[in-house]
C-alpha cells in the first residue's frame, strides 16, 4: 500500500454526489452511475422492474440505436455492465483513461434518455422469464430465494431482484418510464470513479452531462425486516438435497460487522474452515458447503449451505448447527483467528489493485456509511479482533435461533426431525 490514493468527494446542486478516488500509475478509468434504489424499493405490483430496467438500458436511447451502444462499448476495448441489488441499481464500466469522453457520454446517454421501446420491452420480458425458470431449474440458487422469502416474510427484502412471472407480465414501456422519474433523482443518484481520474473535471462532466436530473422528493423510509424462524421446504426430485441454514446477520452499518466477517472465514468461508474440513474433508458428506454474510443497510444474514445425498440431510444438519454452536461455546484458537484475518487482509489488499473494486467500494462507503474507509482502516479493524469477540458476536447472532430452506426429495418425517434438531415446532 505504498501508493497515495486521493479520495474526493463533491455533491453537485441538484443533490447528484460525485466520488473520485485517484490511483497513482493507472491508466484505466472506473465509472460507475448508481441509484439508491433496489428491489425492496419496488411496489408489490411491479417486484421485479428494478432488474427490468437495468436489462433495457442498454436497448436504444433517443441518440442511440441498441447495436450503436454494443459497438461503441466494443470499440472501447474495456468492459461494461449493471447490476440490480436489493437496495442499489448500477450501471459501470471501466476504460483506458483516454476514453473517458466516450464513455461518460455514454452512460449519461442509456441513463437518461433510454426509450424502452415496447416491441424490446416484450422481447426482454421473455428473457426475463426465462432468467426466473433458470433459478427455478437450479436448486443450489432456488434454496437461497426460498430462504430469504421465509426468513424475511412480510417485508419487501423477501422478495427476488428478478420478480415474479405474474408481477414480471405487468411491467410495460410506461411503467418503466415512471419508475425512473421516481427514483432517478439528484438525490438518489451518485457516480464514482476510481483509477486516472482528475476530481474536478470529473464533477465538471457529471454536471454537464446529468443537469437535467431534478432534485426529486424523498421517498417514504424503509421499514426494517423482522426474521422470522422457520424451516421452509419444497419437495423436487432430484439426486440432492439442498440445504440452507441462516440467522440474522449483521448489516452493513452494524459495529460489529468486521468481527462477523472473520467468524464466517472460520466457520465456512475457506477450504480450511471448520465446516469444509467437517462436513466435506472428514466426513465426505457434500462437495459443496459453505457459510456467507450478505448485509444490507438495516439488517443482514449470517447463512450456511450444503448440497448433501437426501439420507444424509439429518446428519449435515446437526453438524452444521453444531459447529456453529461452537463459534459461541467454545475459544477459537489465535492461529485460527490469524490465519482468517490473513484470509480477509490478503483479499481486500488484492481488490485494491482493481480499479472496480475501489470506484465499488468508495459508492458502497458512501452508501451504507456515508464517510470514506481506508484500507488502512478496515486492516487495523480486522488486526484488533480477539477471540472473545469472535465467542461475543456468535453468541449475539445465535440468541434468536437458527431458520432453515430444503429443497430436494424429503419424506415429512425427514422434515419433522430436521425441525426437532434446528428447536423449531
Known sequence: MGRVNTFEKSVLSNGIRVLSEKVPGSRAVSIGVWVTAGSRDEPHELSGISHFIEHMIFKGTENRTALDIAKTFDRLGGFS???????????????????????????????LNSVFDSTEVERERQVILQEISMVEDSPDE???????????????????????PDTVALISSDTLKSHIKRFYTGHKVLVSASGNIDHDDLCNRVDKLFSCLGNGNHLPKRTPPCPNFDLFYKGKDLEQTHILLGLPGPSSTDPDRYKILLLNVILGGSMSSRLFQEVREKRGLAYAVYSFVSSLHDSGLLGVYAGVAPENTRKAISIIKQEMEKMASDTVEDAEIQAAKDNVKGGLLLSSENTDARMSRIARNEIDLGEYISYQDVVDEIESVTSEDIKRCASRLLDNGIAGAIVGPCSDGDIAECRKILSLR
Open 142 to 164: 432456488l434454496v437461497h430465494e426460498l430462504f430469504n422469502a421465509s426468513f424475511w416474510k412480510g417485508n419487501p427484502v423477501e422478495r427476488s431482484i428478478l420478480g415474479r
Open 81 to 111: 455492465n449493471a447490476f440490480t441489488s436489493k437496495e442499489t441499481t448500477c450501471f459501470h464500466a471501466k476504460v483506458l483513461d483516454t476514453h473517458l469522453d466516450i464513455i461518460m457520454d455514454l452512460l449519461s446517454d442509456i441513463f
